[in-house]
């Protein structure tokens, strides 16, 4: 019920084209949806989120699909660079004091040159 | 602005002993401060949640008695791993909350115990 399911667990691009990571999830509470960036030895950095009331957003070249009645919502990193290269996790919380958040497996970008 | 500071980076010590990680927000009042381990390849994993104050939340599974926590002030948490063992080695991640703004992620501990 708790978990956030992501695929694909990797993904290689070539520069300039468009990656794109899924997520599901099951519990129907859930109602804040962020994405994170990690690179190696560093600690996530917020990406971009997303409410279940709007069914996109978009933020530079980082756009987050969002499909309530699936239960999935997705990122799409358009114009991939190789500075994209990183890994992402998509997350899922509900409202409240604690907010806490469960995070999907984590999907390692490669973006090629 | 949103920034927080984990302190140390990288810390190796001998098994049996006690490490304390610092977690600070530099720039706001972290009323909620989390704490995550995550191994090699893989998700963060929800230590415990700790609000200032008060005694820490642990998830199922996480000792409280191994892993101590302490929030005493708006600006920092503490993760203490007593009497580490090998199996503790691991990558340890703080973040900090202000009300219901979003978690902000520290860079990490990486805690290897010989």
């Known amino acids: 019920q708790q978990q956030v399911k992501q695929s694909p667990q990797s993904l290689i691009v070539q520069k300039g084209g468009i990656s794109i990571i899924n997520c599901a999830y099951e519990?129907?509470?859930?109602?804040?949806f962020p994405w994170y960036q990690q690179f190696p030895g560093k600690g996530p950095a917020l990406l971009i989120a997303i409410r279940p009331d709007v069914s996109e957003k978009k933020e530079g070249r980082f756009t987050i699909s969002f499909n309530k009645s699936a239960k999935q919502f997705s990122l799409h990193i358009m114009d991939s660079q190789p500075g994209d290269s990183a890994t992402y996790f998509c997350a899922a919380g509900t409202s409240g004091s604690a907010r806490q958040l469960t995070f999907g497996s984590g999907t390692q970008l490669t973006v090629l040159p | 602005g949103a920034v927080v500071s984990q302190h140390p980076s990288w810390v190796i010590c001998k098994s049996g002993t006690s490490v304390k990680i610092e977690c600070r927000s530099l720039?706001?009042?972290?009323?909620?401060m989390f704490w995550y381990r995550q191994f090699p390849k893989q998700s963060l994993m929800l230590m415990a949640t700790?609000?200032?104050?008060?005694?820490?939340?642990?998830e199922q599974g996480v000792e409280k008695d191994k892993f101590l926590i302490n929030h005493a002030s708006l600006t920092l948490s503490t993760l203490t791993v007593t009497s580490a063992h090998p199996e503790d080695s691991s990558f340890y991640i703080c973040s900090a909350r202000a009300g219901f703004q979003p978690q902000h992620f520290g860079d990490g501990t990486r805690l290897s115990i010989l």
């Open positions: 700790s609000n200032e104050g008060s005694k820490a939340t642990y």
């Open positions: 720039d706001f009042q972290a009323t909620t």
């Open positions: 519990n129907t509470a859930f109602d804040y």
